[in-house]
Nanobody, 119 residues
Framework: QVQLVESGGGLVQPGGSLRLSCAAS????????LAWYRQAPGKERELVAT???????QYTDSVKGRFTISRDNAKKTVYLQMNSLKPEDTAVYYC?????????????WGQGTQVTVSS
């Protein structure tokens, strides 16, 4: 069982920056694929960025060049650095982790942290 706890959300002006953090429990953190999702009001949850156990990253087109996902396995933490924020980035951001064990995919979610981009 893995618990994920996000922090770092808040209110920021357009063009500003925020860094989200997600601290995880569990002893095999380095084996997990990690990701950040977001859900804006009235919209479906969407994948923002992923980072594999090997460190490979992928981003949705709307955040490429502005957001950076990273992980610190020693601290069991995944980060999302968000720069040049836009009002359309306003959403609840969720941390996500998954791992496959004995052919079963286990998925874990954090509780979410609100990011509001507004002047």
């Amino acid at each position: 069982q893995v618990q994920l706890v996000e922090s770092g959300g808040g209110l920021v002006q357009p063009g500003g920056s925020l860094r989200l953090s997600c601290a995880a429990s569990g002893s095999i953190f380095r084996a997990y694929t990690l990701a950040w999702y977001r859900q804006a009001p009235g919209k479906e949850r969407e994948l923002v960025a992923t980072i594999t156990s090997g460190g490979s990253t992928q981003y949705t087109d709307s955040v490429k060049g502005r957001f950076t996902i990273s992980r610190d396995n020693a601290k069991k933490t995944v980060y999302l650095q968000m720069n040049s924020l836009k009002p359309e980035d306003t959403a609840v951001y969720y941390c996500y982790a998954d791992i496959t064990s004995r052919s079963t995919l286990y998925k874990y979610w954090g509780q979410g942290t609100q990011v509001t981009v507004s002047s």
